[in-house]
C-alpha cells in the first residue's frame, strides 16, 4: 500500500521539471512520439511522485459524489473505446500515453499543494525547455536542410509549445528573482520563448496568450497586476 505522507521532500516536481527540459529533444529520437514521449518522459515522475497521486486519488474518494461520478464514467468511456477501436493495439497505447499525463498533472497539483515552491520550479522546467527548443529550431533552421520548423512535426506544435513556455517565463518574470543575475536570466529566457512564439507564425498561440494574459490581468492582485 502506498503511504499518505511522507517522511521527506519529494523529488516529482523537478522530475517533471526535467522531462520538460528534455521534451523538445526527444522529437530528434526515432521512437513514436505521440504515443511514447509520455512514457519515457514521465515515468521517474510518476514513480516519485506516488506518494502525491495517492494523495490525489484520496481527496478525490472523499470528494462531492458529482466528482466520483464524473472520474467513473470517464475511466469507463475510455475503456469502450479501446475495446470498438478498429485499431485496438494503437488504441491501447493512445489511451495509456493519456492516463499517463492526467496523472502527472494531478502529481504536478499536488506538489504545488503540499509545497508552493515546486511550482517555480516546473515553470523552470517548462520556460527552459521551450527556450532550448526554440534555439535548437533557429540554428538548424539557419544552417538549413531541415525543413520549415526543424526538430518539431509540425510549425502548429512548435506555436504550441512556445506559448507554454512563453507563459511561464512571464510568471518567472513577474514573480521577481531575489537575485538580479535571476531576473535578466529569466528575461532573456522570456525574449526566445515569445520570440519563438511570433516566428512560429500561428495565430492561435498569440490569440491564445491575449485571452490569458486578459485573464491574467483581470484576476491578479494588484502587486501583481503592476508588474504585468
Known sequence: MIPLFRSSKSSAATWIAAALVALPFLQALALDFDRSGALVLLLPALWA??????????????????LKFFAVWSGLAVVLAVVVSGQFAAGLVTAASWTILGAAGLVAGQCVANEPAAGRRMLAGLALGTAAGTVAVWVLWILGGRGAVPLYAH?????????????????????????RAGRIFWTIVGIITWGGMLWSGGRAPVLAMAVAFGAWVYFSPAAVRGNL
Open 49 to 66: 511522485g506516488r506518494v502525491e497521486l495517492a494523495q490525489v486519488l484520496e481527496r478525490m474518494r472523499e470528494g462531492p459524489a458529482w
Open 155 to 179: 510549425y502548429r506544435l512548435f506555436g504550441l509549445h512556445t506559448l507554454a513556455g512563453a507563459v511561464a517565463s512571464v510568471a518567472l518574470v513577474v514573480h521577481k528573482d531575489a537575485y
